[in-house]
C-alpha cells in the first residue's frame, strides 16, 4: 500500500533520513522504533509531505506521491497523528474535529458522513462527546492525544501516521489509545503506521517493525521476533527488561 | 447562528439612527472616519487576529487604493465606481504576488517585510510627483454619485461609508464563521497540524493577505472620494502602526472589536482636544492602562468589567 524506496531528506545541511526503504501492506500495523533523533518524525513528515525527500520515491497505492504538498497527501487518503498532539487549544473540541474534515467540507462532502464520522470517533472516544464543546487547550493531555486521533479520523483516511501518541501519557491512557488503535485496524480495515518511543507496547501491538539508529534502517522484521532479539532488547527496551517485565 | 443575525441587525440599525442622536456638523465627519477606520481594522484582523499574520504595511494597501482612485479619477477622468474595482484588483494582484515570497517570513521577520513594503510604497507617494503631486498632495477628487444624489455632505457620506462598512462586516462575520474561518485559526494556532489535515496553509495565508489589502484598498478609494485630497501623510508608517493598536484594543479575533478599537482610537483624539498639551500623554497612558487590564481588547474586558462591578453591588458593596 505505501512504499519508500531510497528516501534521502536533509534539514538544511542535516542529513536526516538516508538511504531509507519501507513499505506498509494493507491493513498492516507497522511501528517504528528508534532513540531520539533517529528519524522516525522526520520519516514521518516526509510521508506527508511537511518535510518531502530530496531524493528517493513515497509510493502509495502505486502512486508517486513524493512531492505532493500536504493537503494533496491528505486528498489520497494519508492522515497525520502529529507529535505533541497539537490540536487547536483555542478551539472547542467539535471545531477541531471539524477542522479534520476540512477537505470533505471544500470537496462539498454531504454533511450526513461527515456527522456519521464524527459518531463513529465519539464512540471510539466517549470522553470527547461529553466535551464537545469544551476548549482542547482546557482539556487533559490523555483527552488531547484522544482529540488528535479523533481529528485525523475525520478526514476518513486510508492510512494513519501516529507520532508518539504514548508522549507523556499515564500507563491506563496509553493503553486505552491502543486499544482504540487495535480497534480501528478491524473495523475500518486502517493501515497504521507508529512512530513509538515506548518500544515494548508498541512492538506489542505492531505487526512488523524497523528499527532506525541516525536515520538508517538497521534492523527490520516481525513485531514478536524483534521483541525478542538481543540487539533490540539492549538498545531499546533497558538491560533488565525481564525484570521490569515480570514486575 | 440566529443570536449573531440578531445581533448584526441591531448593530446596523445603531449605525443607521446614530446620526439622528449625535446630529453635530463635525462629529459627522469624525464618525465617517471612525466607519473608514473599522473596515481598514477589520482587514488587518483577518490577517492578524484570525490567521495570525502580522503587516505593518496596510497604511500602504490604503493609501494605494486611495492614490489609484484619486489618479483614474482625475489624471485619467474615470468614472469613480469604475476606479475603485480596477485599485481593488491591482492592490489584490499585488498583494497575492508580494504575499506569495513574504507570507514564508515568520514572526519578527514578517513584521519587518511588511514594514518595509509600507515604507516603499509611502516613498513611492512622495517621489513620483509627477503622477501623485508628491508631498503636496492630489487635489480635486470626484465625489462618488449615483442616481442624481451625488455624497459630497457628511451626512451622505457617513451614509455610504456605514454602508459600505457594513456589508464589508457582514462578509467577514460570515467568513470568520465558516469552514474557512476554522482553518484560518487552525494555521494561527499550528501552522503544522492544519498542514496535516489538508489545509493548504501557505495558500491560504496569501489569500488571506489578498483580502485583507483589496478591504483597504476599497477603504482608501472611500476616503479619496470622500476627502476629495489625498497626500502621503495619511499613509505613513504611523499609520500602519495606529491600525494595529486599533485591532489589538479592540480585541483579536472579533469583527466587533475592531469596531470598538477604531471607534475608540478615533474618537479619542476629539474627546481629549479640551486637555489641551495634555491630550497626547493621556491618549498614551489610556492605551497602556487598557492593554495591560483588557489584554482580550475592549470586546472581552468591557463586559467582564460589568460583570464585575454587577456582582460587586449584589453582594452589598463588598470589595
Not at chain 2, 477603504?219 to 476627502?227: F, K, N, Q, R, V
Request: proline share 4%; with cysteine; glycine share 10%.
Amino acid at each position: 500500500m505505501l512504499r519508500l524506496k531510497n528516501i534521502n531528506t536533509y534539514y538544511g545541511k542535516v542529513h536526516a533520513l538516508k538511504n531509507v526503504s519501507l513499505h506498509l501492506d494493507e491493513g498492516e500495523i507497522v511501528t517504528l522504533i528508534g532513540a531520539n533523533g533517529a528519524g522516525k518524525t522526520t520519516i514521518l513528515n516526509t510521508i506527508s509531505g511537511v518535510t518531502p525527500a530530496s531524493a528517493g520515491e513515497v509510493l502509495f497505492c502505486k502512486d508517486a506521491v513524493t512531492t505532493l504538498p500536504p493537503d494533496k497527501i491528505v486528498q489520497r487518503g494519508i492522515s497525520q497523528v502529529p507529535e505533541g498532539r497539537q490540536v487547536f487549544k483555542p478551539l472547542s473540541v467539535e471545531d477541531n474535529l471539524e477542522l479534520g474534515a476540512y477537505l470533505r467540507y471544500r470537496n462539498r462532502e454531504g454533511k450526513a458522513a461527515i456527522h456519521k464520522d464524527m459518531d463513529q470517533v465519539f464512540s471510539l472516544f466517549p470522553r470527547l462527546e461529553e466535551r464537545r464543546k469544551q476548549l482542547a487547550g482546557t482539556m487533559s493531555g490523555g483527552e488531547q492525544q484522544m482529540l488528535a486521533i479523533g481529528r485525523a479520523l475525520m478526514a476518513n483516511p486510508k492510512m494513519l501516521l501516529l507520532d508518539e501518541p504514548s508522549m507523556g501519557l499515564a500507563p491506563l491512557v496509553v493503553q486505552e489509545i491502543f486499544r482504540v488503535l487495535e480497534r480501528l485496524r478491524q473495523e475500518n480495515g486502517t493501515t497504521i503506521l507508529l512512530v513509538e518511543q515506548n518500544a515494548k507496547a508498541a512492538l506489542k501491538l505492531a505487526d512488523r517493525g524497523y528499527v532506525l539508529e541516525t536515520g538508517k534502517v538497521i534492523l527490520e522484521g516481525p513485531a514478536d521476533e524483534l521483541l525478542e532479539n538481543a540487539e533490540v532488547k539492549r538498545a531499546y527496551l533497558g538491560k533488565d527488561k525481564k525484570e521490569m517485565w515480570e514486575r | 447562528m440566529k443570536r449573531d443575525l440578531l445581533l448584526f441587525t441591531a448593530f446596523s440599525l445603531f449605525i443607521m439612527v446614530a446620526p439622528q442622536i449625535f446630529a453635530g456638523g463635525y462629529l459627522m465627519n469624525v464618525l465617517v472616519f471612525v466607519g473608514i477606520n473599522t473596515m481598514l481594522a477589520i482587514a488587518l484582523n483577518l490577517l492578524l487576529g484570525y490567521a495570525g499574520q502580522i503587516s505593518l504595511g496596510h497604511a500602504g494597501f490604503f493609501g494605494l487604493g486611495a492614490y489609484l482612485s484619486g489618479i483614474l479619477t482625475t489624471t485619467y477622468s474615470l468614472n469613480p465606481w469604475l476606479a475603485m474595482p480596477i485599485a481593488a484588483c491591482v492592490v489584490g494582484s499585488l498583494a497575492y504576488l508580494i504575499g506569495l515570497p513574504v507570507l514564508k517570513l515568520k514572526g519578527h521577520y514578517l513584521a519587518m517585510a511588511t514594514l518595509g513594503l509600507g515604507i516603499i510604497i509611502y516613498i513611492v507617494f512622495n517621489e513620483t510627483v509627477d503622477l501623485t503631486g508628491g508631498p503636496s498632495g492630489l487635489s480635486g477628487i470626484p465625489n462618488l454619485h449615483v442616481a442624481g444624489i451625488t455624497f459630497d455632505s457628511d451626512v451622505k457620506n457617513y451614509y455610504l461609508i456605514w454602508g459600505v462598512t457594513l456589508a464589508v462586516m457582514l462578509f467577514s462575520l460570515n467568513l470568520a464563521g465558516s469552514r474557512v474561518g476554522r482553518a484560518l485559526r487552525a494555521v494561527h494556532d499550528s501552522e503544522v497540524a492544519a498542514q496535516v489535515l489538508g489545509v493548504d496553509a501557505r495558500g491560504l495565508k496569501v489569500q488571506i493577505f489578498a483580502l485583507s489589502a483589496i478591504i483597504s484598498s476599497l477603504a482608501g478609494s472611500l476616503y479619496a472620494h470622500t476627502m476629495t485630497f489625498i497626500s502621503p501623510a495619511s499613509f505613513g508608517f504611523n499609520f500602519s502602526i495606529e491600525l494595529l493598536t486599533m485591532v489589538v484594543i479592540g480585541g483579536l479575533g472579533s469583527i466587533y472589536g475592531s469596531f470598538l478599537g477604531a471607534a475608540l482610537l478615533t474618537l479619542l483624539p476629539e474627546i481629549l482636544r479640551g486637555a489641551n498639551d495634555y491630550d497626547i500623554i493621556i491618549y498614551g497612558a489610556l492605551l497602556m492602562v487598557m492593554v495591560m487590564f483588557m489584554p482580550g481588547g475592549l470586546v472581552r474586558g468591557v463586559p467582564a468589567l460589568f460583570r464585575k462591578v454587577f456582582s460587586r453591588k449584589a453582594e452589598g458593596g463588598h470589595a
